[in-house]
Protein backbone atom coordinates (compact mmCIF):
# COMPACT_ATOMS: atom_id res chain seq x y z
CA UNK A 1 0.00 0.00 0.00
CA UNK A 2 1.54 3.51 -0.66
CA UNK A 3 1.90 5.63 1.88
CA UNK A 4 2.42 9.44 2.89
CA UNK A 5 3.00 11.99 5.27
CA UNK A 6 0.48 15.31 5.53
CA UNK A 7 2.33 18.04 6.84
CA UNK A 8 1.41 21.74 8.00
CA UNK A 9 3.11 25.44 9.32
CA UNK A 10 1.72 26.03 12.54
CA UNK A 11 2.04 27.99 15.77
CA UNK A 12 2.44 31.03 13.57
CA UNK A 13 0.59 33.86 15.49
CA UNK A 14 2.54 36.27 18.56
CA UNK A 15 1.37 38.01 20.87
CA UNK A 16 -1.69 40.22 19.70
CA UNK A 17 -1.29 38.98 16.44
CA UNK A 18 -3.29 35.52 15.01
CA UNK A 19 -2.42 33.50 11.72
CA UNK A 20 -3.56 30.05 10.80
CA UNK A 21 -6.07 27.89 11.27
CA UNK A 22 -4.73 25.54 13.41
CA UNK A 23 -7.04 23.41 15.15
CA UNK A 24 -8.87 23.05 11.73
CA UNK A 25 -5.76 21.90 9.94
CA UNK A 26 -4.83 19.65 11.96
CA UNK A 27 -7.41 17.53 11.65
CA UNK A 28 -6.23 16.79 8.56
CA UNK A 29 -2.44 16.55 9.15
CA UNK A 30 -0.29 13.88 10.80
CA UNK A 31 2.52 16.18 11.59
CA UNK A 32 2.82 19.58 12.37
CA UNK A 33 5.80 21.88 11.72
CA UNK A 34 6.06 24.37 15.06
CA UNK A 35 7.38 28.05 14.47
CA UNK A 36 10.30 28.43 16.71
CA UNK A 37 9.77 32.21 17.53
CA UNK A 38 11.79 33.78 15.06
CA UNK A 39 9.47 34.47 12.00
CA UNK A 40 6.51 33.72 14.20
CA UNK A 41 5.23 32.09 16.69
CA UNK A 42 6.33 32.91 20.93
CA UNK A 43 6.96 30.94 24.00
CA UNK A 44 2.63 30.53 24.66
CA UNK A 45 1.63 29.67 21.51
CA UNK A 46 4.98 27.26 21.15
CA UNK A 47 3.36 25.83 24.22
CA UNK A 48 -0.30 25.70 22.88
CA UNK A 49 0.52 24.68 19.45
CA UNK A 50 2.68 21.45 21.05
CA UNK A 51 0.14 20.56 23.37
CA UNK A 52 -2.54 20.52 20.63
CA UNK A 53 -0.92 18.31 18.48
CA UNK A 54 -0.12 15.91 21.23
CA UNK A 55 -3.60 15.70 22.18
CA UNK A 56 -4.87 15.22 18.31
CA UNK A 57 -2.08 12.42 18.20
CA UNK A 58 -0.07 14.73 15.49
CA UNK A 59 3.39 14.71 15.66
CA UNK A 60 5.61 17.60 16.28
CA UNK A 61 8.51 19.20 13.96
CA UNK A 62 10.07 22.22 14.68
CA UNK A 63 9.46 24.96 12.04
CA UNK A 64 12.89 27.58 12.27
CA UNK A 65 13.18 30.40 10.57
CA UNK A 66 15.79 33.82 9.80
CA UNK A 67 15.18 35.77 12.43
CA UNK A 68 12.66 38.20 10.49
CA UNK A 69 9.07 39.09 11.77
CA UNK A 70 8.32 42.00 9.83
CA UNK A 71 8.87 39.85 6.98
CA UNK A 72 7.82 36.52 7.85
CA UNK A 73 10.86 35.00 6.93
CA UNK A 74 9.53 35.55 3.52
CA UNK A 75 12.78 37.49 2.67
CA UNK A 76 16.52 36.18 1.81
CA UNK A 77 19.66 36.67 4.07
CA UNK A 78 23.25 36.38 3.79
CA UNK A 79 23.80 34.39 6.36
CA UNK A 80 27.21 32.28 6.73
CA UNK A 81 27.00 28.41 7.39
CA UNK A 82 28.16 29.14 10.77
CA UNK A 83 25.71 31.18 11.39
CA UNK A 84 22.73 29.20 10.39
CA UNK A 85 23.71 25.92 12.31
CA UNK A 86 23.90 28.41 15.28
CA UNK A 87 20.47 29.94 14.41
CA UNK A 88 19.26 26.52 13.74
CA UNK A 89 19.80 25.43 17.24
CA UNK A 90 18.94 27.66 19.20
CA UNK A 91 15.21 27.95 17.86
CA UNK A 92 14.96 23.99 17.67
CA UNK A 93 16.41 23.81 20.98
CA UNK A 94 13.53 26.05 22.39
CA UNK A 95 11.00 23.74 21.07
CA UNK A 96 13.04 20.75 22.27
CA UNK A 97 12.51 22.18 25.78
CA UNK A 98 8.61 22.68 25.18
CA UNK A 99 8.33 19.06 24.27
CA UNK A 100 10.17 17.56 27.38
CA UNK A 101 7.78 19.39 29.67
CA UNK A 102 4.86 17.86 27.68
CA UNK A 103 6.19 14.37 27.04
CA UNK A 104 6.05 14.83 23.20
CA UNK A 105 8.50 13.54 20.72
CA UNK A 106 10.52 16.09 18.50
CA UNK A 107 10.04 14.05 15.14
CA UNK A 108 11.49 16.58 12.61
CA UNK A 109 13.21 20.11 11.95
CA UNK A 110 11.65 21.62 8.49
CA UNK A 111 13.44 24.95 7.69
CA UNK A 112 10.84 27.98 7.14
CA UNK A 113 10.46 30.02 4.13
CA UNK A 114 13.60 31.71 2.97
CA UNK A 115 15.95 30.00 4.53
CA UNK A 116 14.30 26.84 3.34
CA UNK A 117 14.65 27.69 -0.50
CA UNK A 118 18.08 29.23 -0.20
CA UNK A 119 19.28 25.95 1.66
CA UNK A 120 17.56 24.12 -0.79
CA UNK A 121 19.88 25.50 -3.13
CA UNK A 122 22.92 25.94 -1.49
CA UNK A 123 24.81 22.68 -0.16
CA UNK A 124 26.87 24.38 2.39
CA UNK A 125 23.91 25.75 4.12
CA UNK A 126 21.93 22.69 3.85
CA UNK A 127 24.61 21.22 5.39
CA UNK A 128 24.85 23.84 8.36
CA UNK A 129 21.39 23.11 9.13
CA UNK A 130 22.29 19.17 8.66
CA UNK A 131 24.85 18.88 11.35
CA UNK A 132 22.50 21.21 13.22
CA UNK A 133 19.75 18.61 13.41
CA UNK A 134 22.43 15.89 13.73
CA UNK A 135 23.35 17.68 16.99
CA UNK A 136 20.51 17.27 18.53
CA UNK A 137 20.00 13.64 17.87
CA UNK A 138 20.55 11.35 15.22
CA UNK A 139 16.85 10.12 15.32
CA UNK A 140 15.10 13.27 14.52
CA UNK A 141 14.06 14.21 10.43
CA UNK A 142 15.25 16.48 8.10
CA UNK A 143 12.57 17.51 6.42
CA UNK A 144 13.43 19.29 2.96
CA UNK A 145 12.69 19.87 -1.08
CA UNK A 146 12.29 16.89 -2.91
CA UNK A 147 15.26 16.62 -5.10
CA UNK A 148 17.24 19.55 -3.45
CA UNK A 149 20.38 20.08 -1.79
CA UNK A 150 18.25 18.97 2.19
CA UNK A 151 18.89 15.27 0.84
CA UNK A 152 22.79 15.06 -0.27
CA UNK A 153 23.53 17.12 3.69
CA UNK A 154 21.34 14.47 5.47
CA UNK A 155 22.95 11.45 4.22
CA UNK A 156 26.27 12.97 4.34
CA UNK A 157 25.58 13.39 8.21
CA UNK A 158 23.86 9.61 8.50
CA UNK A 159 20.28 11.64 9.63
CA UNK A 160 16.77 10.51 7.88
CA UNK A 161 15.81 12.71 5.48
CA UNK A 162 12.33 13.02 4.59
CA UNK A 163 11.66 14.67 0.75
CA UNK A 164 8.43 17.29 0.96
CA UNK A 165 6.16 18.23 -1.76
CA UNK A 166 3.75 20.91 -1.84
CA UNK A 167 -0.15 20.43 -2.46
CA UNK A 168 -0.72 24.38 -3.67
CA UNK A 169 2.23 25.26 -5.24
CA UNK A 170 3.63 24.61 -8.59
CA UNK A 171 7.30 23.29 -9.45
CA UNK A 172 9.69 24.16 -12.06
CA UNK A 173 11.55 22.00 -14.64
CA UNK A 174 14.61 21.33 -12.12
CA UNK A 175 11.94 20.64 -8.73
CA UNK A 176 12.41 24.24 -7.63
CA UNK A 177 8.95 26.02 -6.62
CA UNK A 178 7.65 28.09 -8.81
CA UNK A 179 8.42 31.66 -7.41
CA UNK A 180 5.03 33.30 -5.73
CA UNK A 181 5.42 36.44 -8.04
CA UNK A 182 5.21 34.60 -11.18
CA UNK A 183 2.28 32.95 -13.38
CA UNK A 184 1.48 29.07 -11.82
CA UNK A 185 3.22 29.47 -8.41
CA UNK A 186 -0.12 28.19 -6.86
CA UNK A 187 -2.95 25.69 -7.18
CA UNK A 188 -6.30 26.98 -5.98
CA UNK A 189 -8.46 24.58 -6.31
CA UNK A 190 -8.81 21.54 -4.08
CA UNK A 191 -9.95 18.81 -6.79
CA UNK A 192 -6.49 19.62 -8.95
CA UNK A 193 -4.37 19.74 -6.15
CA UNK A 194 -6.10 16.56 -4.91
CA UNK A 195 -5.46 15.13 -8.92
CA UNK A 196 -1.71 16.18 -8.76
CA UNK A 197 -0.93 14.77 -5.26
CA UNK A 198 -2.47 11.48 -6.13
CA UNK A 199 -0.40 10.85 -9.08
CA UNK A 200 2.80 12.19 -7.26
CA UNK A 201 2.37 9.12 -4.62
CA UNK A 202 0.90 6.58 -7.26
CA UNK A 203 3.23 7.73 -10.20
CA UNK A 204 6.54 9.81 -8.67
CA UNK A 205 5.32 12.30 -11.45
CA UNK A 206 3.84 16.15 -11.34
CA UNK A 207 2.95 18.74 -13.83
CA UNK A 208 4.79 21.92 -14.40
CA UNK A 209 2.79 24.81 -15.71
CA UNK A 210 4.42 24.64 -19.42
CA UNK A 211 3.17 20.72 -19.56
CA UNK A 212 6.69 19.09 -18.82
CA UNK A 213 6.28 15.89 -16.55
CA UNK A 214 8.86 16.16 -13.30
CA UNK A 215 9.49 13.12 -11.88
CA UNK A 216 9.42 13.75 -7.96
CA UNK A 217 9.65 10.79 -4.80
CA UNK A 218 8.22 12.70 -1.81
CA UNK A 219 7.45 10.95 1.79
CA UNK A 220 5.30 14.16 2.80
CA UNK A 221 2.69 16.62 1.30
CA UNK A 222 2.81 20.50 2.41
CA UNK A 223 -0.77 21.33 3.65
CA UNK A 224 -1.32 25.25 4.41
CA UNK A 225 -3.96 26.23 6.69
CA UNK A 226 -3.33 29.58 7.37
CA UNK A 227 -7.33 30.54 5.53
CA UNK A 228 -10.80 28.71 4.79
CA UNK A 229 -9.69 27.52 1.87
CA UNK A 230 -6.47 26.16 2.33
CA UNK A 231 -7.97 23.96 5.26
CA UNK A 232 -11.05 22.72 2.94
CA UNK A 233 -8.09 22.05 0.24
CA UNK A 234 -5.96 19.52 3.19
CA UNK A 235 -9.34 18.27 3.77
CA UNK A 236 -10.06 17.26 -0.25
CA UNK A 237 -6.96 16.14 -0.38
CA UNK A 238 -6.33 13.71 2.46
CA UNK A 239 -9.85 12.21 1.49
CA UNK A 240 -8.89 11.86 -2.33
CA UNK A 241 -5.43 9.83 -1.37
CA UNK A 242 -7.25 7.53 1.42
CA UNK A 243 -10.32 7.02 -1.42
CA UNK A 244 -7.74 5.83 -3.78
CA UNK A 245 -6.01 3.25 -1.19
CA UNK A 246 -3.04 5.83 0.02
CA UNK A 247 -2.28 5.48 3.77
CA UNK A 248 -1.81 8.95 5.51
CA UNK A 249 0.41 8.46 8.57
CA UNK A 250 3.45 9.92 10.65
CA UNK A 251 6.89 10.23 9.16
CA UNK A 252 8.50 7.70 11.31
CA UNK A 253 5.92 4.78 9.82
CA UNK A 254 6.13 6.34 6.08
CA UNK A 255 10.18 6.35 6.56
CA UNK A 256 10.28 3.03 7.98
Known amino acids: ?80 PEELYAYTLYQVGALMGVCAAEGAELQHVKPHGAMYNQAAKDPKLAEAIAKAVKSLGREIILMGLARSAFEAAAAEQGIPFAAEAFADRGYMADGSLVPRSQPGAFIHDPDQAAGRMLKLVKEGTVETPDGQTLKLQ ?31 KNLREVLR
Open 218 to 248: AHTICMHGDNPAAVKMAEVVKAALEKNGVAV
Open 1 to 80: MAVIDLNSDLGESFGAWSMGMDEEVMIHVTSSNVACGWHGGDAEVMLRTVRAAKARGVAVGAHPGYPDLLGFGRRSMTCT
